[in-house]
């Protein structure tokens, strides 16, 4: 735990660390005083017969470890918080997966599809039991494979079944999510439950609305659209019933643009590697909201250890307690 991380509910009372500057001022003053008496004593000899085991270094340990513990119980009394990462207890994410043939292309191993069914299944081990992930699949349209749900196993399963087919239609994608989640009922209190759409593509809209009409109904909704842009420049299909091969680079300027208008965030991924840390990103950003929780126990409980220590040492070495 780094200091740096730590915020105070009640900041004032770091003030009293200035007590704690002050003892140390005091103490290096009786140190140096102490010093200066000895410095008198000139006959050495003499003095090494009255006190031939001097502490040296050791003196100063079991005060160090006392002013210590007198930091550490300032600190606690200042009301310690860090930020806690904590599973929301409601929330919903809708995943777009683009069933476009451009899928098909294998610049991303073993093929564009079968890396991402494989991360979108690892997206639903980032997020808490209790968020609803619901499946989109877009090619010349839109299709709401699984409405929001807590089953992982139904999302699972259709995403394993998931078939390609001709065109790309993300706008409609982007419009069919929005309606799975106006199925999702407010929370017990009448609040609206936090909500994201995530849309993994290669390409460009063919196909329906265009992304900007779906962009402006996430608006709308206040629901922000975070896009996924994957594959690579090199990638290529073969057509049925046509000679040659056709290059299927991937779209990121029309991605970016809609994850920049909704404020979602926009992503790269050029490998299922690289889909999988994306989707973990998203998952905890999503499925977690950040809390300030309060740690004063913690200092206290080091302050307590530093107090017993600093007893221990003193008795040990001088037969006393600091």
């Known amino acids: 735990m780094s200091l740096l991380a730590v915020g105070f509910l009640d900041p004032v009372r770091l003030w009293l660390l200035l007590g704690v500057v002050a003892l140390v001022g005091v103490y290096v ?13 000139t006959n050495l000899d003499l003095l090494a017969s009255v006190a031939p085991r001097r502490p040296g270094w050791r003196r100063h340990v079991a005060a160090a470890v006392y002013l210590l513990a007198l930091t550490t119980l300032v600190l606690g009394f200042a009301r310690p ?16 997966i683009d069933t476009s043939l451009s899928m098909e292309a294998t610049d991303v191993s073993p093929s564009r599809i079968d890396a991402a069914k494989t991360a979108a299944v690892s997206f639903l081990d980032q997020v808490p039991d209790t968020v609803n992930v619901g499946l989109v699949s877009f090619n010349a349209a839109a299709t709401v494979q699984v ?16 078939e390609l087919d001709e065109r790309t239609a993300i706008g409609e994608a982007i419009f069919a999510s929005l309606g799975a989640l106006d199925t999702v009922p407010p929370a017990e209190d009448g609040t609206e439950v936090p909500a994201a759409i995530v849309v993994m593509s290669d390409g460009t809209t063919t196909s329906g609305r265009p992304d900007g009409a779906g962009a402006a109904a996430a608006i709308d909704q206040g629901v ?7 594959g690579t420049d090199r990638g290529f299909i073969q057509i049925p019933g046509e000679a040659g091969f056709v290059p299927v680079p991937v779209d990121t300027a029309a991605l970016s643009a809609i994850a ?60 006393r307690l600091p």
């Open 29 to 41: 003053a009786v140190q140096r005083r102490r010093q200066a008496y000895a410095l008198r004593f």
């Open 81 to 96: 918080t860090l930020d806690t990462r904590v599973p929301r207890e409601r929330a919903t994410v809708m995943l777009a």
């Open 147 to 162: 409405p929001p749900t807590t089953d992982r196993v139904a999302v699972r399963d259709a995403i394993q079944a998931l």
């Open 224 to 230: 922000p659209v975070s896009t996924i842009a994957f």
């Open 260 to 319: 920049e208008a909704t404020g979602g965030r926009f992503y790269e991924a050029t490998s299922e590697g690289e889909l999988r840390d994306v989707y973990a990103t998203i998952g905890s950003s999503v499925g977690y909201t950040t809390e300030e929780t309060e740690v004063t126990s913690w200092f206290v409980g080091a302050a307590l250890v530093a107090l017993f220590a600093a007893g221990g040492v003193s008795l040990a070495w001088f037969s």
